[in-house]
T-cell receptor
Framework: DTGVSQDPRHKITKRGQNVTFRCDPI?????LYWYRQTLGQGPEFLTY????????KSRLLSDRFSAERPKGSFSTLEIQRTEQGDSAMYLC?????????????FGPGTRLLVL | SQQGEEDPQALSIQEGENATMNCSYK?????LQWYRQNSGRGLVHLIL?????REKHSGRLRVTLDTSKKSSSLLITASRAADTASYFC????????????FGAGTRLAVHP
């Protein structure tokens, strides 16, 4: 069991550029979550996938944000026309269908800095 | 928006002492979970307590839940320098997809 992985770990971009992050959940975990965490705060929920279906999106997820999970395995989070306020840690988590279904296993995060 | 608050925001203790962190929340919940985060890294799940449970133990961790007061506490006994981290409580609402609503966290420093 290799855990949740995220790529890249760090991203520096200029305002107005597009960025894409990838999350690989624990294999056979059908639930996948994205959160955003700013300095000194707890993570805030962004969106949730069950298999390939995106079942919930936070109002924090403006139309510049899009997330996909095309085959129910890995997921991508894209931010278009980045703004300085998008600077944060983007965390991905997954959980299994059964057993410890309520526990979420987090990846190491992608730290985004928008200049 | 944050579900609730952790108290205190920061806690500094010596190795061997106990550390107690409190969490309050606002809505009815299905479960409450505690996570640890070392500086700038991902979150590690510590313990989950369901709404029909009042107390749970895991190693040096003890969690209580009072649904009437909408509050929880995390006790770490015999703390170690390696326990230095931020601790977050997170709640999952009844009937939801188990999305977690986190508090702002307690930053614990354990000094050797």
């Amino acid at each position: 069991d290799t855990g949740v992985s995220q790529d890249p770990r760090h991203k520096i971009t200029k305002r107005g550029q597009n960025v894409t992050f990838r999350c690989d959940p624990i294999s056979e975990h059908n639930r996948l979550y994205w959160y955003r965490q700013t300095l000194g705060q707890g993570p805030e929920f962004l969106t949730y996938f069950q298999n390939e279906a995106q079942l919930e999106k936070s109002r924090l997820l403006s139309d510049r944000f899009s997330a996909e999970r095309p085959k129910g395995s890995f997921s991508t989070l894209e931010i278009q026309r980045t703004e300085q306020g998008d600077s944060a840690m983007y965390l991905c988590a997954s959980s299994p269908r059964t057993g410890r279904a309520e526990t979420q296993y987090f990846g190491p995060g992608t730290r985004l800095l928008v200049l | 928006s944050q579900q609730g608050e952790e108290d205190p925001q920061a806690l500094s203790i010596q190795e061997g002492e106990n550390a107690t962190m409190n969490c309050s929340y606002k809505t009815s919940i299905n479960n409450l979970q505690w996570y640890r985060q070392n500086s700038g890294r991902g979150l590690v799940h510590l313990i989950l307590i369901r709404s029909n449970e009042r107390e749970k133990h895991s190693g040096r961790l003890r969690v209580t839940l009072d649904t009437s007061k909408k509050s929880s506490s995390l006790l770490i006994t015999a703390s170690r320098a390696a326990d230095t981290a931020s601790y977050f409580c997170a709640t999952a609402r009844m009937g939801g997809y188990n999305k977690l609503i986190f508090g702002a966290g307690t930053r614990l420093a354990v000094h050797p």
